[in-house]
């Protein structure tokens, strides 16, 4: 009886801790399913996730964006006024405070929770973030990493999730952009 019994109990010890290692490196389904949302809505220039407009600011309006993801501050959706680029951009700020340390943790766990996440993609295929992560030096006042999602929707063909971490006069902030990240060309 005791073989069973600790048996059971190893069985079950074993269990639990591996759904807590999973749980630890994988995003949560709230995240997953906030962060599809979104970027299925992108094709829609996000016009199904946009709410009331918020104080615009020069040459950009600003809208509250109904898809918000966990442990975020704010979602928000900016449309530019650009006779070159007509699509807009999503961010949610996910820190905003003084503490260095703290802003490369949220940094380097957005990272992750975008890097893990598994978008199940309208073919009902499963699509994807990939790209590597700039570390973040406190002698630099910010980092980006860019993030590109892998699918062959011509769509998406340019578009990114970029992490931004940057100091300005108010602390630390980090950010989570989804956009359409277009080439760097002069105009001249």
Known sequence: ?????????????????????????????????????????????????????????????VYQSTISLPGS??????????????TASWQAIMYDGNNYEEAVKVY??????????????IDRSIASFIGSMEKADDNVPFANTSLQLNVSDPRYKNFYAEIEMTRGGNGWEVHLNLHDKKEDVAEY
């Open 108 to 121: 380097k766990n957005t990272y992750r929770l975008v890097n893990k996440s598994r978008i199940k993609w």
């Open 1 to 61: 009886m005791k073989k069973i019994t600790l048996t059971v109990v190893c069985l079950c010890v074993l269990f639990i801790t591996q759904a807590q290692f999973y749980k630890s490196i994988l995003p949560s389904f709230e995240f997953n399913d906030s962060l599809t949302k979104v970027v299925i809505d992108f094709r829609n220039n996000y016009k199904k996730i946009q709410g009331q407009e918020l104080t615009p600011q020069i040459g950009i309006e």
């Open 73 to 86: 501050a704010h979602c928000a959706i900016y449309r530019y006024h650009s006779n070159m680029d007509t």
